[in-house]
């Protein structure tokens, strides 16, 4: 069609009001449905802001990709018009000029006012088209204050306009054209009462959607025209023969990013039984990012799906499968990830099929499982066939890939040399665990310290470099009846797993254990004795590897100090030892200091920082013992013994224990 006229201004209806008598029943009902989508454009275009107006032209406009995916639109001009009018032309075959059997009215005017007009006409054509675009010209007509469409066909010009979604008169025949000239014009000015937002177009916008139209049918045409400011028009156009394999160039120079190779590889395959058709277009940058565009009958599927879970799936696979049967991966080494393959891929994938299944929430998202498959075959296929031709590109290629594999596993190692550290750092500890500098867990030790205040002399006394601090509250203790499997989720002991690091029960690894002495630290006294026995129960049954490993400790603090008048002070952990040191040191012509000669210490908390570190935490001084199985399980007896319901014989343990803690015993 001839684009040089640009009566953008229709005539007004002579009556001015709609009259209702001058319809009949199926007037009616059209108007209806056309108020349906006035009602709720959101069903039918999306929204009413900005994206929902440049909606409007797309649904044009793909009306018009349509007739030339049918074979018979060659150009197709979009205008932004001086008035903010949108015109489209195209110079397909026109929208057929005849009166529709059923519906006594022409097909342009069944285009323009019943929603779902598409299907009327059944033509082989619009077999393939997306799932909004074929509702097309009638939601833009009930969503427009005013509208105009020309067509040309059968050597005829026609043309009819429409006011408030209603024509002003039947189709009109304007003048004689050449037999050749075919085509059709739709112009339409947006309604503001529905786009409340904005019915300013973004000359940008269109152009990036016409673009990337451009590149999804090559050989098409496409021009924009932005004419509504005078002396400032901006014009783009469009003409891509190579299809995706120039919008993959096209994504790679916009995002400065140079391939690995000259070529861009194409693979397309079609399947006329299965109704499904490939087009895909890839190359590899020295970039490390990943370009994955996906198209499902020309829309794009921002969300992915079947054709892209296919295409990902069949790329790793393919190239590893290559890179083994070339000899350029060895036997023992690690699979290439399906993101070591992608570093540096910059890809377009576009499917056509039948029945097209979009999903999710923006029906961004192709559902259809057959595409799956047969992107997968097709991918499997032609693009080891492409590597096999192209030995020196499949070289770059696993190349590129191998070095994002290098430095993923480079990586992982620097992550989990910093685990520790993130440990410290993570909600699963907060802040209770006082960690140490080492990492090593040979030189690491764990003190599981009771009571707040011996923890926080704990803390100071230690030495930072390999030894950790975990404080216990003693309250946990408190907990009668409590099983296990609740102490086991009770924050504190979350704490106690997640600062040794391993896990615990059936997925226990000891080899994960982060601190190879793990220390209990409780006063010997009742209480003491019930914290130790409850940790040494927990470890006993979901730790049970640390404890086989010898990895599980208990403190021994002294029970007494013993100051000389001169020279270091001893310490004795008994009764009998006390009286031992003693006559020992007075042996050898010490004596004992006139005052405070023999401290007894009540509980770890009596001791200041000085003291913990010299008499239990110094490796060179302290006495740990190794707890081994036969006590684990005794303390794992006594727990049940003192958990249970049974309130008797928990009673007499106490009472009998109240002084001596028996499997403490050094
Ligand atoms: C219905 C049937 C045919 C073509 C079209 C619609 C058609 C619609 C638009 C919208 C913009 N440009 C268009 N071009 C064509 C098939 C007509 C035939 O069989 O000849």
Redesign the pocket.
């Known amino acids: 069609m001839d684009s040089s006229e640009k009566d953008g201004d229709l005539k007004q209806p002579e009556s001015g009001v709609w009259q209702p008598g001058q319809y009949n029943a199926s007037d009616l009902k059209v108007l209806e449905g056309l108020e349906h989508v006035r009602t709720r454009p959101g069903m039918y275009i999306g929204s009413t802001n900005s994206r929902g107006l440049h909606h409007l032209v797309y649904e044009i406009v793909d009306?018009?990709v349509d007739?030339a995916l049918a074979g018979y639109a060659t150009k197709i001009e979009v205008e932004i018009l001086p008035d903010n009018g949108i015109r489209v032309t195209?110079d397909?075959?026109?929208?057929?000029v005849d009166i529709v059997p059923g519906e006594g009215k022409s097909?342009v005017e069944v285009?323009m006012t019943k929603l779902n007009a598409g299907g009327k006409?059944g033509?082989g054509g619009y077999s393939v088209s997306g799932g909004l675009h074929g509702v097309g010209?009638s939601v833009v007509n009930a969503l427009s204050t005013k509208m105009k469409v020309e067509v040309e066909r059968g050597g005829w010009l026609w043309e009819q306009s429409y006011v408030n979604h209603r024509p002003l008169e039947p189709l009109e025949k304007i003048k004689k054209v050449g037999e050749k000239e075919t085509g059709?014009r739709?112009t339409f000015y947006a309604d503001p009462e529905i786009f409340r937002e904005t019915t300013d177009y973004s000359f940008d916008i269109i152009r990036q959607r016409l673009q990337q139209t451009a590149f999804l049918n090559p050989g098409l045409s496409i021009s924009l025209k932005d004419e509504r400011k005078e002396g400032e028009e901006q014009e783009a156009s469009f003409l891509y023969e190579g299809g995706l394999s120039d919008y993959v160039a096209y994504l790679c120079a916009s995002s400065s990013a140079s391939p690995l190779f000259s070529d861009v590889i194409s693979l397309k395959s079609e399947d006329k039984a299965l109704g499904i058709s490939l087009d895909i277009a890839l190359t590899w940058t020295a970039k490390y990012g990943t370009v994955l565009k996906t198209f499902a009958n020309t829309i794009e599927t921002v969300d992915g799906g079947t054709h892209e879970e296919g295409f990902k799936a069949a790329i790793t696979a393919t190239l590893n499968r290559y890179a083994k049967d070339k000899g350029l991966l060895k036997a023992g080494d690690e699979n290439l990830s399906g993101e070591d393959v992608r570093e540096g891929l910059v890809s377009v994938v576009s499917v056509k099929l039948v029945n097209p299944q979009f999903e999710g929430q923006t029906k961004g998202k192709l559902g259809n499982s057959e595409a799956k498959t047969f992107v997968q075959k097709i991918v499997n296929d032609k693009f080891y066939a492409w590597l096999d031709s192209h030995p020196a590109e499949g070289k770059l290629i696993v190349g590129k890939a191998q070095d994002a594999y290098r430095a993923r596993i480079a990586a992982r190692k620097a992550r989990e040399a910093s685990r520790k550290k993130s440990l410290l750092e993570s909600a699963t500890t907060p802040d209770k665990l006082k960690d140490c500098a080492y990492k090593n867990p040979d030189l690491c030790e764990l003190f599981i310290v009771e009571g707040n205040s011996a923890g926080g002399s704990a803390v100071s006394g230690r030495d930072q470099k390999f030894q950790a601090i975990l404080p216990l509250r003693g309250k946990i203790l408190n907990t009668e009846k409590a099983t296990t499997e609740k102490m086991v989720k009770s924050e504190t002991i979350e704490t106690l797993i997640a600062s040794i690091g391993a896990g615990s029960g059936a997925s226990f690894d000891v080899s994960k254990a982060r601190y190879h002495k793990v220390i209990v630290m409780a006063d010997a006294d009742v209480d003491g004795a019930h914290i130790a026995t409850l940790l040494l129960t927990l470890f006993f049954r979901y730790m049970r590897p640390l404890i086989e490993a010898g990895y599980v400790y208990i403190a021994m603090p002294p029970l007494y100090r013993i100051r000389w008048s001169k020279g270091p002070d001893s310490f004795a952990f008994s009764d009998a030892q006390r009286d031992e040191r003693i006559s020992e040191g007075e042996k050898s012509g010490r004596k004992l200091r006139s005052e405070n000669a023999i401290q007894r210490y009540k509980g770890l908390g009596e001791m200041d920082a000085q003291e913990l570190w010299e008499t239990t935490m110094d490796p060179s001084t302290r006495l740990l013992k190794k707890v081994c199985m036969g006590d684990a399980q005794i303390a794992d007896e006594t727990f049940s013994m003192l958990m249970g319901e049974a309130v008797e014989p928990r009673r007499e343990f106490i009472e009998a224990e109240a002084k001596s803690v028996k499997f403490i015993d050094a």
């Open positions: 009306n018009s007739e195209d397909g075959r026109g929208i057929p097909g285009v006409f033509g010209i059709t739709v």
